[in-house]
């Protein structure tokens, strides 16, 4: 089955790049932006809305205008030859707002977390919660934010030749 960067055009593409810069755009906007119909644009969604490719279309918030004042940057050792609960460490974080984002990755830490709080008060009863319900978790290093000096959501879409 052809992955989904092999199913899109350059039409797809182009929407897009457009899209998620502003997901509330109208399509006769996104349409005469691409060169296409307003319908064609709308169908093209819709499918890539099918297909997985748009994963989701949501407001980005201001974390200081909510109440969650602090970013930080957390890296998670864990337990050698513990690999194989790792998926009982993803089904822990996907129940925790908190924890934004979570990388496995290379180096001295297993994985990299993004999170969000409103204190290091709560900061630290999170920490406490995620030791004690994921004990493969051997050390935690954290780093806080100072200042997002960017914070960029949108994924680079590169045009490949192919339709527009």
Not at 15 to 42: F, H, N, P, T
Not at 139 to 145: A, D, E, F, S, Y
């Amino acid at each position: 089955m052809p992955t989904p960067a092999k199913l899109i055009d350059d039409f797809d593409r182009k929407i897009l790049d457009i899209v998620q810069r502003d997901c509330q755009l109208k399509a006769e906007a996104v349409a005469a932006q691409v060169g296409l119909s307003a319908s064609a644009v709308l169908r093209r969604l819709r499918r890539l809305r099918e297909q997985g490719v748009i994963r989701a279309e949501v407001a980005v918030l201001d974390r200081q205008s909510v109440g969650n004042s602090l970013t930080l940057l957390v890296g998670l050792e864990i337990e050698r030859d513990n690999y194989p609960s790792l998926a009982g460490f993803r089904a822990w974080v996907e129940k925790v707002d908190a924890i934004q984002q979570v990388y496995y990755v290379t180096g001295q830490m297993d994985l990299m977390l993004i999170v969000t709080a409103r204190s290091m008060a709560d900061y630290d009863a999170l920490c406490a919660r995620l030791m004690a319900d994921n004990p493969v978790i051997r050390r935690m290093n954290t780093h806080v934010v100072i200042d997002a000096m960017k914070l960029g959501l949108q994924v680079p879409v590169e045009m490949n030749g192919s339709g527009a």
